[in-house]
């Protein structure tokens, strides 16, 4: 039977591990669809961290890092969807790498976790505009993955999302705010609504195994453990502000442990050869843990886990407070209540699902008396919170398989099934 080829962009195995959840439960639920017929073109980013980290032999890496992307792949595109009935152009063209792997390939599937938002500015709209046009251009019908989007005041980044986004054969909105921005502006017939794609990534075995072990020979993991979710993107939004992230965090952990609580630190962004913030919380997770009072009361692993070995810790927690968006899926996922330290619709549209947005902070409010206020009030209504995660988790859970069969039914029809 003929083979499936699907590229993946806007994703990596290194770095933000929230992206490298989505990968997993979509690559998995791929192959179990279409079994050794599938190949993956993973348009990556990083990808001399990804080649070392693939746990697939069927997904290929091709690096496509944002320079290459930008200055090189797109107006090669445009070239070729310029000239290419010449041959000779044609062939010519198809020697970069990027233009021959979505050539060679039946359909893209974007996995950026947002795209096309007011508040990431020009350069991050413009790159989310490329990684779907380029493939465009050669005549690849491209898949947004389950994602937020919007709002779309600016100017530009209105024009690139109305442009481009009414060309894509699937749109899957992350939730009631994303469905209702794309209303907005015009754009709803090739929208479906689809909680988060990184809820169906399937447990690992050999790290529920692993940190099961660990659990049971450090007394720290008991019935007070607070899972803690540090951002480095947070922590820029709040720089930004005048705000000390770093310190907040610092004395947020020092009152949890004076009140009895044990923290866990997480970093579900990390690049372990990189002192760089980009999709990196290990330096704030290090300068946040180093200032702590008791570091009994604390656990920081500096190590960039998988994405399956952060959600085995996140399910020993009692409760998680989190600032990255995919920690916050982990919690949802193993049902721990989980306090949101956001920046974005993104976060509370995904709370809605389980009725439980109100438990969503702004990054742009944030002290560490307010931070503690609101966690004693979290707390105190853990029954409340764990009846709406039992009563919602199995409709989330389907919702977030729709975007494999959303897309499966497009490939299928790409491939002639």
């Known amino acids: 039977m003929k083979e499936v080829v699907i590229a993946i962009t806007a994703a990596s195995y290194s770095g933000n591990k929230g992206?490298?959840?989505m990968l997993q439960s979509s690559i998995r639920q791929l192959y179990e669809k279409y079994?050794?017929?599938?190949?993956?073109n993973l348009m990556s980013v990083y990808p001399e961290e990804d080649k070392e980290q693939i746990p697939w032999d069927f997904i290929r890496i091709v690096s496509c890092k944002p320079e290459q992307l930008l200055f090189i792949a797109f107006p090669l595109a445009v070239l070729y969807k310029v000239f290419h009935f010449l041959p000779p152009v044609k062939s010519l063209?198809?020697?970069?790498?990027?233009l021959r792997a979505y050539?060679?390939?039946?359909?893209?599937l974007d996995e950026a976790g947002i795209s096309f938002v007011d508040s990431r500015g020009f350069v991050m709209n413009t790159y989310g505009f490329v990684c779907a046009a380029v493939p465009m251009l050669m005549g690849t019908p491209v898949l947004k993955y389950s994602q937020a989007m919007g709002t779309f005041h600016s100017f530009w980044n209105r024009?690139?999302?109305?442009?481009?986004l009414p060309k894509m054969r699937l749109i899957c909105a992350r939730g009631?705010?994303?469905l209702d921005n794309l209303k907005g502006i015009g754009i709803e017939k090739n929208v479906k609504l689809c909680a988060d794609g990184a809820f169906t990534m399937a447990d690992d075995p050999y790290y529920l195994k692993q940190v099961e072990a660990e659990a049971q020979k450090d007394a720290f993991f008991n019935d007070k453990v607070v899972g803690l979710s540090i951002s480095s993107v947070v922590r820029k939004k709040c720089d930004k502000l005048g705000i000390d992230y770093p310190k907040i965090m610092k004395d947020f952990i020092d009152r949890l442990n004076e009140d009895g609580w044990n923290v866990l630190i997480i970093a579900n962004g990390a690049r372990i050869h990189s002192d760089k913030p980009r999709n990196?919380?290990?330096p704030v997770c290090d300068a946040v843990y180093e200032s702590v009072k008791n570091k009994e009361m604390v656990r920081w692993y500096h190590k960039e886990m998988t994405a399956e070995e952060i959600r085995a810790y996140i399910g020993k927690c009692r409760f998680l407070v989190a600032s990255r968006f995919h920690a916050m899926i982990g919690a949802l996922q193993q049902k721990v209540p989980v306090l949101l330290v956001g920046w974005s619709h993104k976060y509370q549209e995904?709370?809605?699902f389980f009725e439980l947005g109100q438990y969503a902070i702004d990054f742009s409010d944030l002290t560490a008396e307010s931070l503690q206020k609101e966690f004693e009030k979290f707390i105190q209504e853990e029954e409340t919170i764990r009846g709406k995660l039992d009563e919602h988790y199995e409709e989330v859970m389907e919702s977030s398989k729709k975007n494999i069969v959303y897309v499966s039914e497009i490939v299928d029809e790409i491939v002639g099934e």
Request: net charge positive; proline share 0%; no cysteine.
């Open 103 to 108: 050539y060679e390939t039946d359909a893209v």
């Open 35 to 40: 079994g050794t017929r599938l190949k993956i």
């Open 176 to 178: 009631k705010g994303t």
């Open 280 to 282: 990196n919380d290990l």
């Open 93 to 98: 063209l198809l020697k970069n790498k990027i």
């Open 19 to 21: 992206a490298a959840a």
């Open 350 to 352: 995904v709370l809605d």
């Open 159 to 164: 024009f690139l999302a109305k442009w481009i």
